[in-house]
């Protein structure tokens, strides 16, 4: 076998040439955190060019992949191509190895004397390992002497896409959908693969097509044949394909009149009672159906008796009932089912909405076969900007849950405001349930070391679109990169995320990398202050969660008036606070305990309340109101100061999106400060 080095020496000089300075290529932010951008460095870049010479693959499932990513970014980083050699030759080595502990997707990654080894014990690990070891070159890292050992922390870590057959997407913000539904299956758009290319980088290992306020028509053969043409192209990057499945599919008409504006079910039975064995049968079939066109289909998502979608309630039967019958159908095939707990309509449950959720599952803990797991969101309202952590993580000790985050801003400000997500999901990680003693965290409920579970999960509501740069605002795709590192292991390092990002997106210069790091950090902060103010809760028009409705909210969702602000969810309130386990219960139930961030969701707070700085709870609030528009104009002036390190087109996007959150937060400002100040004479 021919293993000499096919360096392209010109290539390499003429790309260093561009790039100094500034990059001068086109940036659209297409590439995404898989920018290779070639190595400045010339000590680095020799010692990488000599650890690329050649490479031994291991004859691996994902070998393409591998090698595709390879002559991709060796080529663009460096100026070489992938060259292959035989084992005991070439200077990087893929290995399958037994090693258990690596489990199916971990990998080793070594290196000694000038030769590096990816060693897995499943062939994804091999491709996580390739994408580790292009993440270390893009970050600027040395190749000497690594000794690296990543295993996955949750099993499934999934993207769930909220879009719609006719190519809208809920909560969108960055164009249509990804999906070309009318192509599909005979034309294949090449973006399929670097969407599959982008999410293998960080783990992504699941998506979920459509939105899970399913259209019944997604199970239909036509359809289906679709959703196998991308599942076989995901495949490839060890991503299963997931649907949303509409509870009422099997009928012939819709059960509920939501259901028939989504165009009612596709089968043929008047009803979709759970119990009923012709409805059973009828979930059996469509399972083989899916499974013969997908043998690796990863199963079914469900949103019942939510927000007007059919569900088991329907038939007076319970969300355990339907969640059982789907992971029946599933079971003989290896599916999951991700059963949502975002349940909230029936006021009878109980007045407080926030309570709702808790009281529809927390009767059927360990009632749920062992292949459905509960999918649940962050907080019990609505992915708002601040929300304590739902009740039901350490509240239900025998059943699977699956944490769900929002990585589209939908409350956050969506495309328009530069918003970094990742102190937030720490927040909700590293909250302590105490349902098993102290140190019961959510990242560790997630991870399955509290309860006893068979299999882990995590999703994160996409923020992506058919915008050539996924995302529209450049920044967010900070949130979709940050997600999947943290479903890869909850507790990652925040600055060694935000780092990466910013290394392999933008650009290596230190200086720049602090600034750019600066800008993001303090965003999350300032936006909940100017937002959602101590977690107060809904603040936004109902119409587009984006604009001030405060006065659409009052009374309603919390409380205003001379005296304070907030919602009383103490004992002698909502009593939500029982909810939680002790010690929590009795830190939220006092005002003088209460974390600060949750002040107003759990108290109504007296104005003239001493916070811990010292000042008012007036005076803080007001200040507040402020933050994010004295964020952005720092940091308008923080990314001038990077400009000479950045590309001039994806540069001026930035300050184009910079000025308009300072034009929509300045509005916000006026519309709250007036609103609140009158309020609260
Ligand atoms: O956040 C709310 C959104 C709805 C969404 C729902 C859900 C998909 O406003 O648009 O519907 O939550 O999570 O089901």
């Not at 270390?136 to 000497?144: H, I, P």
Request: aromatic letters at 12%.
């Amino acid at each position: 076998m021919r293993n000499f080095l096919r360096f392209n020496g010109i290539a390499v000089v003429l790309t260093l040439f561009l790039c100094i300075g500034q990059s001068a290529y086109g940036d659209t932010g297409y590439e995404l955190w898989l920018n290779y951008k070639p190595v400045t460095d010339q000590k680095l870049l020799q010692s990488y060019m000599d650890y690329c010479k050649n490479i031994h693959f291991a004859d691996s499932r994902y070998d393409k992949a591998i090698r595709d990513e390879l002559d991709i970014a060796l080529d663009k980083m460096l100026g070489v191509s992938v060259v292959e050699a035989d084992k005991g030759e070439a200077s990087i080595r893929m290995k399958i190895v037994r090693q258990k502990k690596l489990g199916q997707e971990g990998y080793h990654i070594s290196s000694r004397d000038g030769r590096l080894t990816i060693e897995a014990n499943g062939d994804a690990g091999l491709l996580y390992g390739t994408y580790h070891l292009i993440r270390l070159m893009q970050c600027g890292e040395s190749l000497d002497d690594v000794d690296i050992t990543e295993v996955p922390k949750i099993d499934f870590r999934d993207l769930n896409h909220w879009d719609n057959l006719s190519g809208s997407i809920e909560r969108g913000y960055a164009g249509r959908s990804l999906w070309k539904w009318d192509e599909l299956p005979d034309k294949i758009d090449p973006r399929y693969r670097d969407y599959a290319r982008a999410n293998a980088s960080i783990g992504i290992n699941g998506t979920v097509l459509n939105n899970v306020n399913a259209s019944s028509k997604m199970l239909d053969r036509e359809y289906l044949e679709k959703v196998a043409a991308l599942a076989d192209i995901f495949r490839e990057y060890n991503i299963k394909v997931y649907l949303s499945a509409n509870f009422a599919a099997p009928m012939k008409m819709s059960s509920t009149p939501n259901d028939a504006k989504r165009g009612g079910g596709v089968g043929q039975l008047d009803t979709a009672d759970p119990m009923d064995p012709e409805v059973q049968q009828w979930w059996k079939d469509k399972a083989d159906e899916i499974y013969e066109l997908i043998p690796d289909f990863g199963g079914f998502l469900v949103k019942a008796n939510s927000e007007g979608m059919p569900g088991p309630q329907d038939y007076k039967r319970t969300h355990a009932d339907g969640a059982n019958m789907l992971a029946k159908a599933l079971k003989p095939h290896g599916g999951i089912v991700m059963w949502r707990t975002f349940v909230y309509n029936d006021t009878s449950v109980d007045p407080d909405r926030v309570k709702r959720a808790y009281k529809e599952f927390k009767p059927f803990d360990g009632q749920f076969d062992d292949n459905v797991i509960l999918q649940t969101k962050n907080g019990p309202l609505d992915f708002h900007p601040s929300e304590p952590v739902l009740p039901i993580f350490g509240g239900m000790e025998h059943t699977p849950l699956q944490p769900e985050l929002q990585i589209t801003q939908e409350y956050l400000g969506q495309s328009t405001y530069l918003v970094y997500l990742v102190p937030m999901w720490r927040k909700f990680f590293d909250f302590d349930t105490w349902c098993k003693g102290e140190g019961s965290t959510v990242a560790k409920i997630a991870e399955g070391k509290v309860f006893k579970q068979k299999f882990t999960a995590i999703a994160g509501v996409a923020n992506t679109g058919d915008d050539e740069n996924w995302t529209r605002h450049h920044f967010a795709q900070a949130n979709w990169y940050a997600f999947g590192r943290l479903a890869w292991d909850p507790m990652t390092d925040t600055e060694q995320i935000t780092r990466e990002w910013i290394k392999s997106t933008w650009t290596t210069d230190s200086a720049a990398v602090k600034v750019i790091e600066e800008m993001m950090m303090p965003t999350w902060e300032c936006f909940v202050a100017s937002q959602s103010p101590y977690g107060l809760g809904f603040t936004t028009r109902p119409q587009d969660h984006y604009t001030a409705g405060f006065k659409s909210r009052v009374n309603k969702e919390w409380k205003v008036n001379a005296t304070g602000i907030g919602s009383d969810r103490t004992t002698a309130g909502t009593d939500y606070v029982s909810q939680y386990l002790e010690p929590n219960r009795s830190i939220f139930n006092n005002i003088d305990s209460c974390p600060e961030y949750l002040l107003l969701t759990f108290h109504f707070a007296p104005w003239d309340h001493v916070m811990k700085s010292g000042a008012t709870l007036r005076s803080a609030f007001f200040d507040g109101l402020k933050k994010t528009m004295q964020v952005n104009a720092r940091n308008r002036e923080l990314w001038s100061r990077v400009k000479s390190a950045i590309d001039p087109e994806r540069y001026e996007d930035v300050i184009e999106r910079l000025d308009k959150e300072a034009r929509d937060a300045r509005k916000f400002y006026e519309e709250a400060d007036s609103f609140f100040r009158e309020a609260s004479k």
